[in-house]
């Protein structure tokens, strides 16, 4: 165990392990029980959130970047190591992670109710795996955790989705797969480059960070890192996976994808394209941006004219995420603390809004915003829930989306490598947000119920609100005071800003330039 790790065990296992061990132990558990395997799972996620709650707290923002570290080897011979740590970007994913794990399982309760024993089973080894890729320092290690969430998240599609699954399914697998695999290619370049140049074999990243890795090198390291992560943000044109996957998942799914697994695309820009390829990053930023303000606009207007009314859902995640994309690689601390600030509050506003069309669909069986109309006046506990999301994800001041979307223009405005063209282009995906939210609102909850079946629809139970209320608070919260979730990427912000820009020389005054007149040139000369 490393010295900069307060606790005396090794915390970021127990959190990343805890939900494997649950899934075992739920797999022995008795397959007729099906109210106990839902209790027990309920319960296991909830104890993994609570797990989680000593690192928010321990967690030291003056610190050193990498905290609560653990490394062991693990394969030595080829320099494979099992080593964890956590920094603010990593704090606030794993928090995030933990909440919706819970606020997952919880929402399946009456939702699933065919091989129960093992739909649980799969939604805490993703959980695991999730949790992995966010703590793994060594990129070996990172890379078995990004394989092996691939394999429950396609199960729970294929097995427990709508009708086109298996198509959603593989198409999920297969885009992902070929992503991964370019980055495997470009994670052993790194490992090889670093062999030559100190003659040790490693896949820790703190070690690889400590070189500079050749030009050339870096551009084709960049582009095999680009389209794996890419796939998995997704960033327009490697978008199209992810309707059919969406739309396809169950409830849980949805908020599991959208909440999380679409933030590791991000993580891995920040994380590994910045800091170890700096100068391919910098060649990169105009055409990333390009691709990225594309996506805000494309998603938005794709969004605009949907009649499902989760399809619409999930194209808004292809712009909001286009505005992730946008703080990032304005590289500017501002624009990547935004950046990285919206991937949080993408997570809980569109994570609630499919729990919200979860909600309707478990009643109702049906998507499509024709068949609503109305609602508010049968439920009105959902319209407010319901409006509540659909702000946060618009960027209503006050509301979480706000303070993201205001840093990543800014950072974006003020941006020497981006400027205000990208800025004032991706307004416009605000613009449309609002407009597709509102819409969708209108369409849903006002009006005349034509449906007649829809004057029988019950209101949000008591579970319904445990699962939506702790998103809305989070939501109002962030937009409110957002410090805390600021100050921990202070730290993991300016390594990251060193390592594109060079040390840091903003706190050194420069040496006044002075003038000297004529006469006294030549006295200054002697001098």
Known sequence: MLENNPFNFNILSLVVWWPAVGAFAILFMNKTKDAQIKWAANIITFV????SL????????????????????????????YHFGMDGISLLLVMMTTLLGFIAVLSSWNAITDRVKQYYAFLLFLQTGMLGVFVALDFFLFYVFWEVMLVPMYFLIGIWGGPRKLYAAIKFFLYTLVGSVLMLLGIIALYFEHFNQTGVYTFDL???????YPAGLQFWVFLGFFVGFA???PMFPFHTWLPDAHVEAPTAGSVILAGVLLKMGTYGFVRFSLPLLPDATKDAVWWVLTLAVIGIIYGALVALVQSDWKKLVAYSSVSHLGFVMLGVFALTELGLQGGILQMINHGLSTGGLFLVVGIMYEQTHTR??????????????????????ALASMGLPLLNGFIGEFMILQGTFASDYAGWVYAAFAVSGIVLGAAYLLWLYQRLMFGKIDNPENEKLKDVSLREQATMWPIVALCIFIGVYPRPFLEPLRVPVEAIMERIEGPRTAGVPAEPVVELEADNQEEAVAN
């Not at 990498?66 to 693990?74: A, I, L, M, V």
């Not at 024709?370 to 409006?387: E, Q």
């Open 48 to 51: 993994g959130f609570l797990l």
């Open 54 to 81: 000593p690192l928010w707290f321990a967690f030291d923002n003056n610190g050193p970047q990498f905290q609560f570290q653990e490394r062991y080897d693990w394969i030595p011979s080829i320099g494979v190591s």
């Open 206 to 212: 703190l070690q690889l960070w400590s070189i500079d």
């Open 231 to 233: 796939i998995k943000v």
């Open 368 to 389: 499509k915003i024709a068949d609503y109309g109305g609602i508010a006046k049968v439920v009105p506990k959902f319209g407010v829930l319901f409006l509540l999301v």
